[in-house]
């Protein structure tokens, strides 16, 4: 019986209640026979979720690089591992095969321990996306060094922090990066990050741009030059399945970003796992993950999960509206890309363009879509159903975390019928449940509780860096007992899970409990709407009651703002019921966002609650510049 490869519904089922009734068994035949390990694991698991322990395929030893690369070096290895498309597409676009990727790796783990670097050192990346930042990442796991990547349009004081925190001994970084039609500063951010900081040895310099830097001979190394003398060889280091494999930050509740520590036995079996599955993946695939690879959803599937399974992954350096809006169909056309796997954020700024740039491009090599990051609304959903998957792929909306490691929720490609706004049903081996306020398992269906899971599962964060009384206070002490995600969820009748936001974006109107997302749907259905974010602020009759802040499309500026708002409450009234009708509407040029594209509702209920001065950290944000106009507008 193998458990890696689920081949239809019925099997789904049946794994999902092996994995609960047997879950030593579940995961451990699947680690021993989908991996190469150097000794298999003794023992599957074992947790204690009130002080925050757990491990998974303890005794295992092994190197992640030598499943994601030497296996299929010694299969396949001319086929692609990495398809690169550049910024500016006149620039050739790069094949790297598993043996040149092999190489490539082993060189820049040679270049790594010529500056010292050992296992369990940790090495910050700050770099655009270009095969040096995977390749470099693979290196550090080559040697057991941990990963930080830090995403590159980080200011310096936000890679000071993460740089800071992790204690990183060399940081790598590049002469600039290409975005869209700008020429980005890197080694200057990274002088400004590290001055003064006495834990960064040295910092290498990979050359993108070839645009002049500042240089200080003692402590800045051109990766070029050791590049082209290291030697071609560079054996795994074996590590230990709890070895920590990288570090990377997630911006918490608070200022400060939290250090989620991913281990390497139990991240490679459940993203490998997830990839294989979620994508219903066939060896001639092209995936492409339009995310960044200084994001959770890089590492897991356009890195780890895909080379785990000898995939073929597209990494983009640039920006989806550069050179024109048609990029990304561009490349899906002339790369014959199968999966395209996005965020909603992306996919409603795609669907702000003409329809020309999409229906002139032929997207018939697609087989499977998918979205993450945020809950995708309805019209996001059928716009990209619709004109990118011409309603022939199904999409898959996966939802999961940086602390989760890999998905968790998520439809089969091809055998769990889809629903738009529905992430559908758990993956086998996750327990998901919602508790209400007071903790008890919520039966019914349409009932929004708090979305938490029940049992390890091997791709989980096993602490924050530095600091575990925090990991144990964020995650387990809210519901004891549980893993607490942080989201509000609901089920539908046949157990579907419906992500319905942040815990933190439930407003209870008039006693009812309202999430924003299917709010934000009803309005986002409005032709002269682009996007829209819903906050709450206090009533003196209904407890809470509604603030929406809409962005418009450009046709939507010629229209009557008066008239705008009454259809857009009429609209809300028809799809959601009158409850949901908003007393505030502000239009806004753009919302505020976090680099990763995800709405910073936090700010705007700080402003529709009159506490501007108490915005919290601007620091992760894309447009911080577009604060000022939106509290002087303020209603
Ligand atoms: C939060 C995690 C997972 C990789 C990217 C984001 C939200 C994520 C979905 C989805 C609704 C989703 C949740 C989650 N989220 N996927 N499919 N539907 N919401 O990683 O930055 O750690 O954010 O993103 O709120 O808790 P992250």
Sequence with gaps: MSYFKIA?????????KKAVREPRKFWGKMAEEAFLWYQAPERVFEFDFTNGDIKWFMGGKLNITKNCIDRYVARKGDKNAIIFESNNPDEPTQFIS????????????????????????RVCLYLPMIPELAIAMLACARIGAIHSVIFAGFSDA????????????LV????????????????????????????????????????????????????????????????????????????LYTSGSTGKPKGMVHTTGGYMV???????????????????????????????????????????????????????????????????VTHFYTAPTAIRSLMTNDYSYITSHDLSSLRVLGSVGEPINEEAWHWFNDFVGKKRCPIMDTWWQTETGAILIA?????TPTKPTYATLPLPGTQAVLLDEHGEEIEDF???????????????????????????ETYFSTFPGYYFTGDNALRDEVGYYRIVGRTDDVIIVSGHNLGT?????????????????????????????MYGFISLKVEGNYRDRDNLKKEINQLIADHYGPIGKLDKIQFVDDLPKTRSGKILRRMLRAIANNQENNLGDTSTMINPEILKKIIEEKL
């Design 8 to 16: 239809d519904l019925e099997q789904y089922f049946k794994h999902t």
């Design 411 to 415: 439809p089969l490609a091809f055998k």
């Design 172 to 247: 790598i970084t590049a002469d600039g990066g290409f975005r869209g039609d700008k020429t980005i500063k890197l080694k200057e951010v990274i002088d400004k990050a590290i001055n003064g900081l006495d834990c960064v040895e040295k910092v290498l310099v990979v050359k993108r741009t070839n645009q002049d830097i500042p240089f200080q001979a003692e402590k800045d190394v051109w990766f070029d030059e050791l590049y082209a003398n290291a030697s071609e060889e560079c054996n795994p280091e074996i590590m230990d399945a709890e070895d920590p494999l990288f570090i």
């Design 446 to 472: 349409q009932q929004m509780g708090n979305l938490c899971i029940k049992h390890p599962w091997p791709s989980m964060a096993r602490t924050i860096w530095g600091d575990h009384k925090r990991y144990v």
């Design 158 to 169: 936000a890679a000071r922090r993460r740089i800071e925190d992790c204690g990183a001994k």
């Design 270 to 336: 459940q993203t490998a796992y997830t990839f294989a599955n979620v994508f219903d993946y066939k060896e001639e695939d092209i995936f492409w993950c339009t995310a960044d690879l200084g994001w959770i959803t890089g590492h897991s599937y356009m890195l780890y999960g895909a080379l785990l399974n000898g995939a073929t992954t597209v990494i983009h350096e640039g920006i989806p509206t550069y050179p024109t809006p048609s990029r990304y169909w561009d490349i899906i056309d002339k790369h014959k």
């Design 517 to 545: 997302a299917p709010i934000e749907d009803a309005i986002n259905q409005h032709p002269a709407v682009a996007e829209s974010a819903i906050v709450g602020y206090p009533h003196e009759i209904k407890g809470n009651t």
């Design 98 to 121: 598993y043996n040149d990727l092999y190489q490539r790796v082993c060189k820049t783990a040679n270049v790594l321990k010529s500056l010292g670097i050992e296992k369990g050192d």
